[in-house]
């Protein structure tokens, strides 16, 4: 879209759904007085704001509490959807027979010390290692790991909500998403990746863009065309791609970029505020 396009659609928005990585939170792992200035802004006009990440819903919880939010918090690639202090809205989850199949997957011998491999039970870490990926995850995050030597036994604990494959090898994070696409359907499994070292598998039904969905129109009671919706990764197309108003983030995987409407500076940048103040104020 042109600006001039989008700024006539953006008159009809009501809903402004953002990412947490990438988006509104860079390298300082919080978010900047411009962009927090703007999103106040954009409330006070009217318009909801709303946080759908791939994050735990714990670790998103103070960005939630940052931005003020009074809507439900999407998170796990929207397979957890909760309104704070209420009981969850949905709920999808990996069948058991799944994380055993990956779980074999990322355990072959060429694997297994080249990955690290977190398992999502009842929005507690499982991990079978700390690894120094896990360890600066869990920095980032800030999330106390269960540390299960055989995650298979954990199973039974819970519903498994997402597993999550890590490694500094992206070429292999590639390889190992080509290989597990070959093995799994999308109607079976939903794989992504929320950056270039993070491969994740969740439930089919778990992508932003269906969270996005979920919220504006059954929560609220909106159509697609009354959402703009802002994301910097592949875990962001689908939400990208619903949205009346889809922004990319300068800087991420060319695919995204060429999904969005528009293409926003970088988020060292502030390009969520930049995009707020053109469009939205």
């Given at each position: 879209?042109?600006?001039?396009?989008?700024?006539?659609?953006?008159?009809?928005?009501?809903?402004?759904?953002?990412?947490?990585?990438?988006?509104?939170?860079?390298?300082?792992?919080?978010?900047?007085?411009?962009?927090?200035?703007?999103?106040?802004?954009?409330?006070?006009?009217?318009?909801?704001?709303?946080?759908a990440?791939?994050?735990?819903?714990?670790?998103?919880?103070?960005?939630?509490?940052?931005?003020?939010?009074?809507?439900?918090?999407?998170?796990?690639?929207?397979?957890?959807?909760?309104?704070?202090g209420?009981?969850?809205?949905?709920?999808?989850?990996?069948?058991?027979?799944?994380?055993?199949?990956?779980?074999?997957?990322?355990?072959?011998?060429?694997?297994?010390?080249?990955?690290?491999?977190?398992?999502?039970?009842?929005?507690?870490?499982?991990?079978?290692?700390?690894?120094?990926?896990?360890?600066?995850?869990?920095?980032?995050?800030?999330?106390?790991?269960?540390?299960?030597?055989?995650l298979?036994?954990?199973?039974?604990?819970?519903?498994?909500t997402?597993?999550?494959?890590?490694?500094?090898?992206?070429?292999?994070?590639?390889?190992?998403?080509?290989?597990?696409?070959a093995?799994?359907?999308?109607?079976?499994?939903?794989?992504?990746?929320?950056?270039?070292?993070?491969?994740?598998?969740?439930?089919?039904l778990?992508?932003?863009?269906?969270?996005?969905?979920?919220?504006?129109?059954?929560?609220?009671?909106?159509?697609?065309?009354?959402v703009?919706?802002?994301?910097?990764?592949?875990?962001?197309?689908?939400?990208?791609?619903?949205?009346?108003?889809?922004?990319?983030?300068?800087?991420?995987?060319?695919?995204?970029?060429?999904?969005?409407?528009?293409v926003?500076?970088?988020?060292?940048?502030?390009?969520?505020?930049?995009?707020?103040?053109?469009?939205?104020?």
């Amino acid at each position: 879209m042109n600006p001039e396009a989008i700024s006539r659609q953006a008159k009809d928005v009501k809903l402004l759904i953002l990412d947490i990585d990438g988006t509104i939170s860079g390298r300082s792992n919080t978010i900047s007085q411009p962009v927090l200035e703007a999103i106040a802004a954009v409330q006070a006009k009217g318009i909801a704001v709303a946080i759908a990440t791939g994050r735990m819903y714990g670790s998103a919880m103070r960005f939630h509490e940052m931005v003020r939010s009074n809507l439900p918090l999407l998170t796990y690639q929207g397979a957890w959807i909760q309104q704070p202090g209420h009981d969850r809205l949905r709920h999808t989850t990996l069948k058991r027979e799944q994380a055993i199949q990956l779980l074999d997957y990322f355990e072959q011998p060429h694997l297994r010390n080249l990955i690290s491999v977190h398992f999502y039970l009842n929005d507690r870490l499982h991990v079978r290692e700390m690894t120094p990926d896990s360890t600066s995850y869990c920095e980032r995050c800030r999330t106390e790991p269960i540390v299960v030597e055989e995650l298979r036994s954990i199973l039974d604990q819970g519903e498994l909500t997402k597993v999550l494959a890590i490694s500094q090898d992206t070429e292999l994070i590639q390889t190992c998403q080509r290989e597990l696409k070959a093995i799994h359907s999308p109607d079976d499994l939903y794989l992504t990746t929320s950056v270039d070292t993070f491969l994740e598998a969740a439930n089919p039904l778990s992508n932003k863009g269906s969270a996005a969905k979920f919220l504006a129109e059954e929560v609220l009671g909106l159509a697609a065309h009354q959402v703009m919706a802002m994301g910097d990764n592949c875990n962001d197309l689908e939400m990208i791609a619903y949205a009346g108003i889809g922004v990319a983030m300068k800087g991420g995987p060319a695919i995204v970029q060429e999904r969005a409407d528009w293409v926003a500076p970088s988020v060292e940048e502030d390009g969520v505020a930049q995009v707020i103040q053109q469009f939205l104020l």
